[in-house]
């Protein structure tokens, strides 16, 4: 007991009555201050302060739902004290760390000690994080002297600089994708439905007389191309909507 000496109050918790002034004197000449008494069985209807002991100390006891109740009667850095306790040490020693102690240890084969943290419970404390590292802000700085820059504009190429089609940007609400979906009610349906006749139209499309191209006065009565102005040979010709549709 002589690493307790200078702490001004305690508290004595008993269970036999034999040679208990002894005991309680013994403690007073090794702290040097005041020794309260309390019975073991009595410890759960007394009503003590928080933070009104240095010491407690607890002898031939196996308390199961008090530690909690005594770190609170402990004052902030306050000494726990188990001499002569029941059951084994290590399964003591994390019961008393679960209900908050810390520095628990075993003092010899009949006696531990643990500690109370040096502040209250149920304390708070105010986190400041105005002041930034340095070192840390500057992990991710780079420095445009040392590095070489790429520019963005060579990295596209002329097809990538082209606007798209307005007409092909069209995609179906449910789908997402330009297709259409089972029942399609948007218009998107007819509209794919009319673009692949007119490829269909344009890729099945051959003349019969080779003078197709140089007009309607040389076309005979069913050229695909009737009605349309006169191209080049070999010239791509996109066929009207008109065309692509049935007379009945």
């Given at each position: 007991?002589e ?9 004595y ?26 019975n073991?069985?009595r ?15 607890i ?34 020693l ?11 240890r075993e ?6 000690t ?9 304390s ?11 070192s ?9 002297d ?5 520019d ?8 990538d ?12 609400s ?16 007819e509209?794919l439905?009319?673009?692949k ?7 099945t499309a051959?003349?019969s007389?080779?003078?197709?191209y140089l ?7 069913t050229?695909p ?24």
């Open positions: 007991m690493n307790f000496k200078g702490l001004q109050k305690s508290l918790i008993w269970t036999d009555s034999a040679d208990l002034d002894k005991r309680v004197q013994q403690l007073k000449s090794a702290t040097g201050g005041d020794v309260a008494l309390e073991v069985h410890l759960s209807f007394s009503s003590y302060a928080n933070s009104s002991f240095d010491l407690i100390v002898e031939c006891a196996q308390l199961t739902d008090s530690y909690v109740k005594l770190l609170h009667m402990l004052k902030p850095s306050g000494k726990l004290h188990l001499v002569s306790f029941i059951g084994p040490a290590a399964s003591l994390q019961e008393i760390k679960l209900s908050g102690f810390i520095n628990c003092d010899s084969p009949d006696a531990l643990a500690e109370k943290p040096g502040y209250e419970t149920g708070s404390a105010r986190l400041s994080f105005a002041k930034k590292n340095a840390a802000v500057n992990v991710w700085k780079i420095s445009g040392d590095e070489e820059l790429i963005e504009e060579e990295l596209l190429d002329e097809e600089k082209q606007k798209p089609d307005p007409a092909g940007l069209r995609v179906c449910t789908t997402g994708k330009r297709k259409a979906c089972k029942n399609c009610s948007c218009g998107l349906a509209e439905e009319t673009e006749q007119s490829q269909k139209a344009n890729e051959k003349s007389c080779g003078n197709c007009g309607d006065a040389f076309r005979c009565s050229c191309y009737l009605g349309m102005p006169a191209f080049k040979p070999g010239e791509k010709v996109q066929l009207g909507d008109n065309l692509l549709k049935s007379d009945i």
